[in-house]
């Protein structure tokens, strides 16, 4: 049975730093292209950053110079480093391994950022 465990959630000052990590059981993540999704209350799900098996990585613009997401060493384990945190950053986190027709998704972790 495949599990998706996100973590490092917290409330934070604006202008704070987070770190969340995304970890798996029952797959290997370093096939795995891994997202991290935010979802606000009354808004739609929208995707943050991704980062693909070979390394590439993208960004939506708002976060652009703020977050990072990387893999440790092991390729076990995906973060998401979110710096100069904003009140719009508020919402809760989700990860997605994503590998051909498989898709994985966590319950996500909430953060919340105060003005």
């Known amino acids: 049975q495949v599990q998706v465990v996100e973590s490092g959630g917290d409330m934070v000052q604006a202008g704070g730093s987070l770190r969340l990590s995304c970890a798996a059981s029952?797959?290997?993540?370093?096939?795995?292209?891994i997202a991290w999704y935010r979802q606000a209350p009354g808004k739609q799900r929208e995707l943050v950053a991704s980062?693909?098996?070979?390394?590439?990585?993208t960004y939506e613009d708002s976060v652009k110079g703020r977050f990072a997401i990387f893999r440790d060493s092991t390729g076990d384990m995906v973060y998401l480093q979110m710096n100069n945190l904003h009140p719009e950053d508020t919402a809760v986190y989700l990860c997605n391994a994503h590998w051909n027709i498989a898709d994985y998704w966590g319950q996500g972790t909430k953060v919340t950022v105060s003005s």
């Open positions: 980062i693909s098996d070979a390394g590439d990585t």
């Open positions: 029952g797959i290997n993540l370093r096939l795995f292209r």
